[in-house]
């Protein structure tokens, strides 16, 4: 039941447009929530074997907690202790059964699928909560290993707690790849300067020598920018790895790049379009609008 009814609700909910989505809920009251996530808290060997093998049924809770006001009893595990037992369903996650790394993989999950039920629940083009939730976690998350650092001063052997190791990492990754879909290009400006900035901090932490994957996503993030759209990055990033390619390393290439053939497709019109109209570099914008055919099938290269 605890799985059958979220997913058919989150079937049928979906089924309304978006914006209409919160009130219709908010009058059904149904309170999914509310009512199922005390007994995963309380009764871990009946219902933790859900939030912990299935992503989609983690993404349709957070949903239904967002949607209800109770995004806290989320928010308490990602930050909290863990019931003792729910060891007991951790270790399967990990071949060496450490249950400290599977504790810390299962709040990495849930802390993406909390960004991911906010970007579900936007509306209007913007991904505004979906940056905030990952904001409020972040800092909640940082704090908290902070904390552990003062607290190990004075107790040195003190073991490392499971919120000490998190990555938000696979959290960040999520608004990426939506927001290169430039779909939300009225996200607020100072919302998504401050992701930009905490993108590019994780990954310069993470390897200081970037991959194509990051230069992407960075040279991605400035070109859909709501209010300072910036083609430079993007310009940059196309003479880099393929303008200056042979013709036989494009494909090649392409596949190290994190985006569906609709987001490049995108990617690349935009580039051309500002380069053309908008900083008068008219040979650039022919090449990579000549790329752009190299590159896409002519069945996708048409943009959005």
């Given at each position: 039941m605890?799985?059958?009814?979220p997913?058919?609700?989150?079937?049928?909910?979906?089924?309304y447009?978006?914006?209409?989505?919160?009130s219709?809920?908010?009058?059904?009251?149904?309170?999914?929530?509310?009512?199922?996530?005390p007994?995963?808290?309380k009764?871990?060997?009946?219902?933790l074997?859900?939030?912990?093998?299935?992503d989609?049924?983690?993404?349709?809770?957070?949903?239904f907690?967002?949607?209800?006001?109770?995004?806290?009893?989320?928010?308490d595990?990602v930050?909290?202790?863990?019931?003792e037992?729910?060891?007991?369903?951790t270790?399967?996650l990990?071949?060496?059964g450490d249950?400290?790394?599977?504790?810390v993989?299962?709040?990495?999950?849930l802390?993406r699928?909390?960004?991911?039920?906010h970007?579900m629940?936007d509306t209007?083009q913007?991904?505004?909560?979906a940056i905030?939730s990952?904001s409020?976690?972040?800092?909640?998350?940082?704090?908290g290993?902070?904390?552990?650092?003062?607290?190990r001063?004075?107790e040195?052997n003190?073991?490392?707690?499971?919120l000490?190791?998190?990555?938000?990492?696979?959290?960040?990754?999520?608004?990426?790849?939506e927001?290169l879909?430039g779909?939300y290009g009225?996200?607020?400006?100072k919302?998504?300067?401050?992701f930009?900035?905490?993108?590019?901090?994780?990954?310069n932490?993470r390897n200081?020598r970037?991959?194509i994957?990051?230069?992407f996503?960075?040279?991605?993030?400035?070109l859909?920018?709501?209010?300072r759209?910036?083609?430079?990055?993007?310009?940059a990033?196309?003479?880099?790895y393929?303008?200056e390619?042979p013709?036989?390393?494009?494909?090649?290439?392409?596949?190290?790049?994190?985006?569906?053939e609709?987001?490049?497709?995108?990617?690349?019109?935009k580039?051309?379009?500002?380069?053309?109209?908008?900083?008068g570099?008219?040979?650039m914008a022919?090449?990579?609008?000549?790329?752009?055919i190299?590159?896409?099938?002519?069945?996708?290269?048409r943009?959005r």
């Amino acid at each position: 039941m605890v799985r059958v009814c979220p997913d058919a609700e989150s079937t049928r909910i979906t089924k309304y447009p978006r914006r209409v989505r919160p009130s219709v809920l908010q009058r059904e009251d149904k309170r999914f929530a509310r009512i199922i996530l005390p007994y995963l808290w309380k009764e871990t060997d009946f219902w933790l074997p859900l939030m912990t093998h299935d992503d989609e049924a983690r993404a349709q809770l957070c949903y239904f907690a967002l949607t209800e006001g109770c995004e806290y009893m989320l928010h308490d595990r990602v930050t909290g202790p863990l019931p003792e037992n729910m060891a007991h369903w951790t270790n399967p996650l990990e071949p060496s059964g450490d249950s400290t790394l599977a504790d810390v993989r299962w709040r990495s999950f849930l802390i993406r699928c909390m960004v991911r039920a906010h970007l579900m629940h936007d509306t209007g083009q913007s991904a505004d909560g979906a940056i905030a939730s990952f904001s409020r976690i972040d800092k909640a998350v940082w704090a908290g290993k902070i904390r552990f650092r003062e607290e190990r001063r004075l107790e040195p052997n003190k073991p490392y707690p499971a919120l000490t190791r998190i990555s938000i990492l696979p959290a960040l990754m999520c608004p990426n790849s939506e927001l290169l879909t430039g779909r939300y290009g009225r996200t607020n400006s100072k919302l998504w300067d401050n992701f930009v900035w905490r993108t590019t901090e994780s990954i310069n932490t993470r390897n200081p020598r970037k991959t194509i994957a990051d230069d992407f996503i960075l040279a991605g993030l400035a070109l859909h920018h709501p209010s300072r759209p910036n083609a430079e990055p993007a310009l940059a990033f196309l003479d880099k790895y393929f303008l200056e390619s042979p013709e036989g390393d494009l494909k090649e290439i392409r596949v190290s790049i994190p985006a569906s053939e609709q987001v490049l497709s995108l990617f690349l019109s935009k580039a051309s379009s500002m380069a053309h109209h908008k900083s008068g570099q008219a040979q650039m914008a022919a090449r990579v609008a000549a790329l752009k055919i190299k590159l896409l099938p002519p069945d996708s290269s048409r943009a959005r």
